[in-house]
């Protein structure tokens, strides 16, 4: 029901678009009296003894035509007002979804796919604003055409009911019938669309590897396993509505004989005049025509109801990571607090939705305001997903996560989130000039901020050197750029935001050390008392850093300075050695 209050406020489009139909369908009943009245008055001239009326042809034709015009014109309209009803509502469903899927956790967007989600966002809203303009439009004339031809033919001669009597039951049998056939087939029709533009996406982004690794070939075949699958569901319900009209077209051919036959009977008896007969025809035409074109509607139904229902799910689905009421502003005066925050992880156990161990298992630590803190672990030992949980990416699964003492998920999301600034693991660059790249960070900086934070970042000098400098386009998730500017423009970016946090995950990989190293020199001197927490593989990465926390299989190991992990932790010692160890000739 919350389509029809997004309808709703375009009620005045939606309610005039039918008055202009009546309009339409209106005149299309007028024109087979007119007609009979030609015939019997004006060519038979059955009541004037014989004697046609010629006078009375044209100006009844003359009525005819005007009347086909006034009709052509209300339906023009009806369509115009028809059309913005629909198209405004498809807008705004189409926003509607976009700005859910954007509230989604990561779990939940996976779960979907993204490649449904772009099904839904484009060709459910699609179906569903078919389904409105067809039901704006077609309802009211087919609505109009079966009920008023059958009073208009039944005030012609009660004997032509009879016909109808006969007709309709069997039409209606038919229209049943293939639709509740055809209607669970739009549902398995959508989600094969899914599966398309899940293979088409991963093929399009992989592009490289599929060319690398020479898998054109195995690719399009699975391409086309996947396009097969969809044209022969799509066939699958073609084929079950071509099977329908010949059916309707015999059943209406059978009744417009029957009526034949009926009326000869009836004009013989003098109950009925030849007029009578061919405007019932017509009637009759228009009735099962109307009967007809109510299984296209109810097809287009069908079709809305199953991408509506897929629409609704997204629309109904709450974010898994919702909103705390704690005020920020009360504690912190503003929430651009300059200070660092503090981080502290309790007892903290994480697991992801979908797997069975957990990947983050008691793990406790804190980390004071204004501290530097390396952390360092083999891959896939946590450090990701370990972060993660500080701007609720994800949410813990036992313990807590504190910033600056209150638990991350008392926070308003906003708020939190405009604490924390991440530069990821693999750097997200949007296809935007450079420039708009950083100022994702913060859209009110001057361009004087954003040069400034490039410095910091060891991204000014690559930058300048380009034509376009900052505004340099940059292609669809960076291409453009080689590994290292990538993440350099990504850190630019996580160091204008200016937040109280920064994490590192990471994020300085493709940097060589010295300029990584100045990277840091900068930072410090750009914002000191931030809380800087950085993930690296490289232990001189972080050797630097205030405490260095290791990790390993989710687990602290050991957190100290450099100078004492090398004294207590064969751990830390392990690392150094098997990465600094030998280069030293230690
Ligand atoms: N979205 C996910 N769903 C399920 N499991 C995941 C997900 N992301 C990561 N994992 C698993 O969680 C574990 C820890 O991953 P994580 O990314 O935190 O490691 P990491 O320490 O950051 O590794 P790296 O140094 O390679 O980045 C891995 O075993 C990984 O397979
Ligand atoms: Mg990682």
Redesign the pocket.
């Known amino acids: 029901m919350r389509f029809l209050k997004i309808l709703k406020k375009y009620w005045f489009y939606a309610v005039i678009a039918p008055l202009f139909m009546l309009g339409e369908a209106g005149m299309d009943l007028l024109q087979p009296r007119l007609m009979a009245k030609i015939v019997d008055e004006g060519v038979l001239g059955i009541s004037n003894n014989g004697v046609g009326d010629i006078g009375l042809v044209i100006s009844l034709g003359l009525r005819m035509i005007l009347f086909v015009v006034l009709g052509g014109l209300s339906g023009f309209l009806c369509g115009v007002f028809a059309n913005i009803a629909a198209q405004n509502f498809g807008n705004d469903v189409r926003k509607e979804v976009f700005k859910r899927v954007m509230s989604l956790s990561f779990e939940q967007t996976d779960d979907f796919t993204t490649g449904s989600l772009i099904t839904r966002i484009t060709n459910d809203v699609t179906q569903l604003q078919n389904l409105v303009s067809m039901s704006i439009r077609g309802f009211i004339r087919t609505f109009v055409l079966f009920i008023g031809g059958i009073i208009c033919m039944l005030s012609l001669n009660l004997n032509f009911g009879v016909v109808v009597a006969c007709a309709f039951p069997l039409i209606l049998i038919c229209v049943v019938f293939f639709l509740s056939k055809a209607s669970p087939k739009f549902t398995v029709l959508q989600s094969k669309l899914d599966t398309l533009n899940n293979v088409m996406q991963e093929n399009i982004n992989g592009q490289r590897v599929v060319k690398a690794y020479v898998r054109e070939s195995a690719e399009t075949e699975r391409f086309e396993h996947t396009n097969k699958d969809l044209i022969d569901t799509q066939l699958s319900v073609l084929l079950l509505f071509s099977y329908m009209t010949p059916i309707m077209n015999i059943i209406m051919n059978i009744s417009v004989v029957a009526i034949i036959k009926v009326g000869a009977v009836n004009v013989e008896n003098m109950a009925a005049t030849p007029g009578d007969v061919m405007a019932a025809i017509t009637y009759i035409s228009q009735i099962l025509g109307a009967i007809t074109r109510m299984t296209m509607i109810f097809q287009s139904i069908s079709r809305g109801a199953a991408s509506g229902r897929r629409l609704d799910e997204v629309l109904a689905t709450d974010s898994l990571i919702r909103d705390g009421n704690y005020d920020t502003s009360v504690k912190n005066g503003t929430v651009e607090n300059p200070a660092g925050a503090s981080v502290e992880f309790k007892n903290v156990y994480f697991k992801?939705e979908?797997?069975a161990d957990m990947?983050i298992k008691d793990f406790s630590l804190k980390i004071e305001a204004g501290e530097t803190i390396g952390i360092l672990?083999a891959?896939?030992?946590?450090?990701?997903?370990l972060v993660n949980l500080i701007p609720r990416f994800y949410d813990v699964s036992e313990g807590a996560v504190y910033v600056d003492g209150v638990d991350v998920k008392d926070y308003r999301l906003s708020d939190l989130r405009a604490m924390v600034s991440t530069a990821l693991?693999n750097s997200e660059i949007f296809s935007a000039t450079i420039r708009e790249n950083i100022l994702m960070g913060r859209e009110s900086a001057t361009d004087d901020e954003v040069a400034e934070a490039s410095r910091v970042a060891q991204a000014y000098g690559f930058i300048s050197v380009k034509e376009d400098g900052m505004d340099t386009k940059v292609a669809q998730r960076g291409r453009s750029l080689s590994g290292g500017q990538k993440q350099r423009v990504a850190i630019s970016r996580a160091i204008l935001k200016n937040a109280r946090i920064l994490i590192f995950d990471?994020a300085t990989s493709a940097l060589d050390l010295k300029t990584e190293k100045e990277l840091y020199e900068a930072l410090d001197k750009y914002k000191p008392g931030q809380t800087r927490i950085i993930i690296a593989?490289r232990i001189a990465s972080v050797m630097n850093a205030d405490r260095i926390a290791v990790i390993d299989n989710g687990e602290l190991v050991a957190a100290g300075s450099h100078a004492e992990l090398m004294e207590s932790s064969p751990e830390y010692r392990d690392i150094y050695d098997s990465q600094l160890g030998e280069a030293n000739g230690e």
């Not at 891959?379 to 997903?385: D, H, P």
Request: glycine letters at 20%; aromatic letters at 6%.
């Open positions: 992801y979908n797997a990947i672990g891959t896939g030992s946590g450090k990701s997903s693991q990471d593989q």
